[in-house]
Every structure is written in structure tokens, then in C-alpha cells.
């Protein structure tokens, strides 16, 4: 069993940067494929980055490609989103994924889901 806790959320203007954590406590961390999703008001949820257990596979939506960068922390048992050149485009509530590959993240095949923080981007 998994728990994911998404913090770093918040308002920010176009251009601005924000960093987002999850934290993940109550299992093997190091075990799992990491990933982040995101879903605005009114549309379905997409996927946005996701890493794998060692760091060594990283995969990013085109929309963020050369914005955002994922990382982790095995030792902290984190993982992290580096959000860039925010745009109003990026608004929506932020979701950390925990998944057995990079591939079933990539796929939403999801084995745990944290709560999901909100991002405005305003203009």
C-alpha cells in the first residue's frame, strides 16, 4: 500500500514557475514508476510526465516538453515536478501517479493516485 500527497500547488502568473512534491509513505517507493497527470475544468485527465524507478526513463507530454522536468528522490521518497514558462494552458489540478512501469503510467494504468493539487496560471 501506497500513499501519495501532492503539495506546491498554487497561483501563478504566465511565465511564472512553480514546483510541485508528492511524498510517499507506507510502502516501496523505490519500487514503482512515478508519473504526473493533470485534468482542467471540463476536460479529461492527460498525462504529463512520468519517470521510472532509477531515473534512467523520463517521458514527457509534447504540451510540456522543454517546460517541465520530472525528477525523484528515492531517499525522500519524492517526486517532483518542475514547471516552467507556466501558461494559462497548464491550469488544472495536478495528480502523482504511482504505477508498475513507466509504461502503465504513460498508459494510466495506475496502481495509486494522490489527492491532486490545484495550479492557476493567470494572465
Known amino acids: 500500500q501506497v500513499q501519495l500527497a501532492e503539495s506546491g500547488g498554487g497561483l501563478v502568473q504566465a511565465g511564472g514557475s512553480l514546483r510541485l512534491s508528492c511524498a510517499a509513505s507506507?510502502?516501496?517507493?523505490?519500487?514503482?514508476?512515478m508519473g504526473w497527470f493533470r485534468q482542467a475544468p471540463g476536460k479529461e485527465r492527460e498525462f504529463v510526465a512520468a519517470?521510472?524507478?532509477?531515473?534512467?526513463?523520463?517521458y514527457y507530454a509534447d504540451s510540456v516538453k522543454g517546460r517541465f522536468t520530472i525528477s525523484r528522490d528515492n531517499a525522500k521518497n519524492t517526486v517532483y515536478l518542475q514547471m516552467n514558462s507556466l501558461e494559462p494552458e497548464d491550469t488544472a489540478v495536478y495528480s502523482c501517479?504511482?504505477?508498475?512501469?513507466?509504461?502503465?503510467?504513460?498508459?494510466?494504468?495506475?496502481?495509486?493516485w494522490g489527492q491532486g493539487t490545484q495550479v492557476t496560471v493567470s494572465s
Open positions: 501517479a504511482a504505477a508498475t512501469t513507466t509504461r502503465f503510467v504513460r498508459a494510466g494504468r495506475i496502481d495509486y
Open positions: 507506507g510502502g516501496t517507493f523505490r519500487s514503482y514508476a
Open positions: 519517470m521510472s524507478w532509477d531515473g534512467r526513463g523520463t
